[in-house]
């Protein structure tokens, strides 16, 4: 069998669409009742934004953050602004359990805090790995000849295309032979800091050089060729592998050693209760995987599969199986079903089960992401010190015109646990589609992306 799986080469916005039974809606009162007992800071933001300290967006801006632009991480200013909020101590441990590219990581690194992540996406946690480690004077003039010896190599190395018919259809077969031989060269480096470095510019060549682009919850052809389609396929790839070695050179040349580097452990955050031994963490800062059917095996299809971090279609659901509960494109067992919330066991799940959906998984895939989310918050209360801190970035959603308040949802989770809410602090607002415009009218102050701030009693 061919080890892949066809691709949704469309995708679907946080904010779905569906019809709608207008009659089974909780209206405006049900949510202003379900956030009454929390501190909500909106900002008086009117209007949707996607310019904000949850986006990406800024990290472009940052040495080591921008080594390769992951879309679901946040910038490195709210990392900071919430160490300072949380006055984490200078021996303090810093925990991200959803690390994705190591955006915590990498602020708790240059402040010389010791730092844990946990990622179950191994090319995720690849890319956290080599933006926050130490390289020495030797390695970074190794890097230079390495860089300067595949810019004169042929690159005549025999290779085979993959048994994955979807890789030639991404990239074209002429793109995907010389990325292959590329590949080989930077495999038969010896020494291995360098070679993730060279490995993690090749890595973040593939978009740029592909027929296809990162859209919704999967790849969609380019409307567009590529910006430097008129070099040959060879001289596309190594003009972005040197644009991001580049960017890596003057980020090392301009930051010191660090005191420790972080640990990642590439496992669920719903198992990182086996890592962390105590009451030991001072300060949790993440934004876990949003409740939108989103599958980031799919997102990063051309990395997994191209950089060998999954080379088989059980290697795939090995990733997906450790997963949050965020996505419909798998089957889990039954897991983590003592948990109950009146407001969405009685309410929102009913209600979006009676209207008509994409898929009828979109009730069971948001029962389960909550469900795997209060065992997460379970393991962060179990791990923090009595003071701790945690702040989620998280974003609501909407199906069939219900719209989730998963921040709303989380902070009432961690109150029962037994954390203190300090604050829902809403970052921006978030854009609904044309069909559910009118549907959420009056409610689309719920339709937000916010940072919950939750907080472990001293005295517990």
Not at 29 to 45: A, H, S, T
Not at 61 to 86: C, D, M, Q, T
Not at 178 to 203: G, N, P, T, Y
Request: proline fraction near 4%; glycine fraction near 4%.
């Amino acid at each position: 069998m061919v080890p892949y799986e066809p691709i949704d080469w469309g995708g679907k916005n946080v904010v779905q669409d569906q019809m709608v039974n207008l009659s089974l809606i909780p209206n405006e009162e049900f949510y202003q009742e379900f956030e009454r007992g929390f501190n909500v800071v909106n900002g008086d933001l009117t209007s949707a934004t996607y310019r904000a300290l949850v986006n990406f967006t800024e990290s472009v801006n940052y040495p080591r953050h921008r080594w390769f632009y992951y879309r679901e991480g946040f910038s490195p200013e709210l990392v900071n602004a919430l160490i300072k909020e949380f006055d984490v101590p200078e021996d303090g441990l810093i925990c991200d359990p959803f690390c994705g590219a190591g955006t915590t990581l990498s602020v708790a690194h240059e402040r010389n805090l010791r730092s844990i992540g946990f990622e179950v996406n191994p090319f995720s946690a690849f890319v956290g790995q080599v933006k926050t480690r130490d390289y020495s004077e030797k390695e970074l003039m190794l890097l230079e000849q390495v860089i300067t010896e595949l810019v004169t190599n042929e690159f005549d190395y025999e290779v085979a295309l993959p048994e994955n018919d979807y890789l030639t259809k991404i990239f074209g077969q002429e793109m995907l032979f010389e990325l292959l031989r590329i590949k080989e060269f930077i495999i038969q480096i010896d020494d291995a800091k360098v070679r993730d470095l060279i490995f993690l510019s090749w890595l973040n060549s593939l978009e740029p050089v592909a027929k296809y682009r990162k859209a919704g919850n999967g790849l969609k052809i380019k409307k567009k060729a590529n910006k430097n389609s008129a070099l040959s396929p060879r001289d596309q790839i190594l003009h972005q592998m040197n644009s991001t070695l580049e960017m890596i050179k003057v980020d090392l040349a301009s930051t010191s050693s660090f005191r420790t580097e972080p640990i990642i452990y590439e496992e669920s955050a719903m198992d990182m209760h086996q890592f962390l031994q105590g009451e030991q963490l001072d300060a949790v800062i993440f934004s876990p995987p949003y409740a939108n059917c989103f599958d980031y095996t799919k997102i990063y299809y051309m990395e997994l599969w191209m950089g060998d971090f999954i080379k088989t279609r059980s290697d795939q659901k090995d990733v997906r199986m450790k997963s949050v509960r965020s996505h419909v494109h798998a089957t889990w067992p039954t897991r983590y079903e003592n948990y109950y919330l009146s407001e969405l066991h009685d309410v929102l799940l009913p209600a979006v089960r009676s209207q008509k959906l994409w898929t009828n998984r979109i009730p069971d895939m948001l029962k389960g992401y909550f469900e795997d989310m209060n065992v997460v918050l379970n393991n962060i209360y179990k791990a923090l010190r009595p003071g701790g801190s945690c702040a989620i970035v998280v974003s609501n959603s909407s199906y069939g015109g219900i719209i989730i308040p998963t921040d709303v949802i989380l902070a009432a989770s961690a109150k029962n646990i037994g954390f203190t809410v300090k604050e829902i602090e809403v970052e921006r607002l978030i854009i609904t589609s044309s069909q559910q415009y009118k549907v959420t009218e009056g409610l689309r102050r719920f339709l937000r992306e916010s940072t919950v701030k939750i907080q472990k009693p001293y005295e517990t």
